[in-house]
């Protein structure tokens, strides 16, 4: 390939992505390869791969995100993607285009958190991460505090209000407006009890708890964000990242995985007792969060994509996905039940879901994630041959796993033809892998929480 046809292929893929070339310059970078995965552009250096980002926020927000990073790489917090100086020694370049920022690659896969095992390691992961976070003092740059999870609640009670006084105005109800009708009361019940119980828990020490410790949150850590490599867990796509309360990640990571497993209270105490495996759960903590998981939030969000048009769905597809959570509301409602139960809370458990049957199978959660970066595959395992076998909770597994993974030559993982057809080409780098190491679940209780 000549030189000329290098350089514009180059630039149509920095044009695709909205960048300019001439930040490679910044690094002294020599390009070998160049792909844009997951809102990033992997970059095949001689020194290996480097993934460059391009963000559109203030110069004091990307300043907050890099010394988050440093701060969790400097108290031990391992695997976190930190950012590569430039030949001129900044942490990035502020560009007419937008702001720039250099890490290395991490390879590997999403982890699935389809199964028990990985969710279990995602939540110790998490307590690790709470725990290297403490105590972070990156001000200085404006507000970076998220953790009032109340207001969007409060923003949610006034969309909905919006949202009834469309359909009066609709002279034809389809059945997406006639389910929402429908189920609109028990909704609102919903809401209402979560914002009673949370006003009723020790929200106000909590929050003065994140004021004081000011901890780093993640803000986005989902499927996306967890990065499996042979038996190792990375977390990547600190953007989002916060001072705030543990409760936060912690709810989220409940919110956004328990439905996979319909609420299964084995599964939520286990995820919850190998969190304080590692770091503990105070009672005014555990109260929150029981308030927190009260609040419809998945519900919810279907209801908002449809009234505001961010899905591509018909009507038939919201309505049965709406059904679908109203559904996984009751077994919300259930383990919250259980929950407050097994500690010994004070609050009022919930109870207001509709019970709905005659439902297919809930597997479609992905499509209603949110994440800023697309699927990841990177094409370094195969996917032939039979399952690795796995023992016990705490493991990583890759989403295909294989008694032997291929590590695919470059031209293979981008994609490319091989133009040499005489068997000339680089082999495959094969190796065995490990077994899984055995971990021991954490046994249930008794809770004895942090004084």
């Given at each position: 390939m000549g030189k000329k046809k290098e350089e514009k292929e180059l630039q149509e893929i920095f044009d695709s992505f909205g960048?300019?070339?001439?930040?490679?310059?910044?690094?002294?970078?020599?390009?070998?390869?160049?792909?844009a995965v997951r809102g990033v552009l992997r970059i095949k250096t001689p020194a290996g791969y480097r993934a460059l980002k391009k963000v559109s926020v203030t110069e004091s927000r990307?300043?907050?995100?890099?010394?988050?990073?440093?701060?969790?790489?400097?108290?031990?917090?391992?695997?976190?993607?930190?950012?590569?100086?430039?030949?001129?020694?900044?942490?990035?370049?502020?560009?007419?285009?937008?702001?720039?920022?250099?890490?290395?690659?991490?390879?590997?896969?999403?982890?699935?958190?389809?199964?028990?095992?990985?969710?279990?390691?995602?939540?110790?992961?998490?307590?690790?991460?709470?725990?290297?976070?403490?105590?972070?003092?990156?001000?200085?740059?404006?507000?970076?505090?998220?953790?009032?999870?109340?207001?969007?609640?409060?923003?949610?009670?006034?969309?909905?209000?919006?949202?009834?006084?469309?359909?009066e105005?609709?002279?034809?109800?389809?059945?997406?407006?006639?389910?929402?009708?429908?189920?609109?009361?028990?909704?609102?019940?919903?809401?209402?009890?979560?914002?009673?119980?949370?006003?009723n828990s020790p929200y106000g020490q909590i929050l003065e708890w994140a004021?004081?410790?000011?901890?780093?949150?993640?803000?986005?850590?989902?499927?996306?964000?967890l990065i499996v490599d042979k038996e190792r867990l990375a977390v990547v796509d600190f953007d989002h990242c916060h001072y705030g309360h543990p409760v936060h990640d912690l709810g989220a990571l409940l919110t956004r995985y328990m439905p996979r497993y319909d609420w299964d209270a084995s599964i939520g105490?286990?995820?919850?007792?190998?969190?304080?495996?590692?770091?503990?759960?105070?009672?005014?903590?555990?109260?929150?969060?029981?308030a927190y998981l009260s609040f419809p939030q998945r519900t919810l969000e279907v209801v908002e994509a449809y009234f505001e048009r961010t899905r591509d769905w018909d009507t038939g597809r919201f309505a049965n996905r709406f059904r679908k959570q109203l559904a996984?509301?009751?077994?919300?409602?259930?383990?919250?039940?259980?929950?407050?139960?097994?500690?010994?809370?004070?609050?009022?458990?919930?109870?207001?879901?509709?019970?709905?049957?005659?439902?297919?199978?809930?597997d479609d959660l992905e499509s209603m994630e949110s994440s800023s970066v697309e699927t990841r595959d990177d094409g370094w395992e195969t996917r032939e041959g039979s399952a690795v076998e796995v023992s016990e909770n705490v493991s990583v597994q890759v989403e295909e796993e294989t008694p032997d993974v291929s590590l695919v030559s470059h031209g293979d993982e981008y994609g490319e033809e091989l133009e040499d057809e005489a068997g000339q080409s680089e082999p495959n780098v094969r190796f065995a892998l490990p077994r899984v190491k055995q971990r021991k679940p954490q046994k249930p209780g008794p809770w004895r929480p942090r004084p």
């Open positions: 960048a300019d070339p001439e930040v490679l310059r910044e690094w002294d970078l020599a390009v070998e390869k160049i792909k990307v300043r907050f995100v890099q010394q988050a990073v440093d701060h969790l790489a400097g108290k031990g917090f391992p695997g976190v993607p930190r950012f590569i100086r430039t030949k001129y020694g900044d942490p990035y370049v502020v560009h007419a285009t937008g702001i720039y920022y250099l890490t290395d690659w991490m390879p590997g896969k999403e982890a699935d958190l389809k199964k028990a095992k990985n969710v279990f390691l995602a939540a110790e992961t998490l307590a690790k991460l709470h725990n290297a976070g403490a105590g972070f003092e990156g001000g200085g740059f404006g507000q970076e505090t998220r953790e009032d999870f109340s207001a969007q609640w409060g923003r949610y009670q006034a969309k909905l209000s919006s949202y009834d006084a469309s359909l105005d609709r002279r034809e109800q389809n059945v997406m407006d006639e389910s929402y009708r429908t189920h609109r009361s028990e909704l609102n019940k919903m809401i209402h009890h979560a914002a009673e119980q949370l006003g004021r004081e410790n000011k901890t780093i949150c993640h803000g986005s850590f989902s499927r996306q964000n105490f286990s995820i919850l007792d190998v969190y304080r495996a590692v770091r503990e759960i105070t009672a005014e903590e555990m109260t929150v969060l029981a996984l509301d009751e077994g919300r409602e259930m383990f919250v039940q259980d929950l407050i139960a097994r500690y010994g809370l004070n609050l009022s458990a919930p109870s207001f879901a509709p019970h709905l049957e005659g439902l297919e199978e809930y």
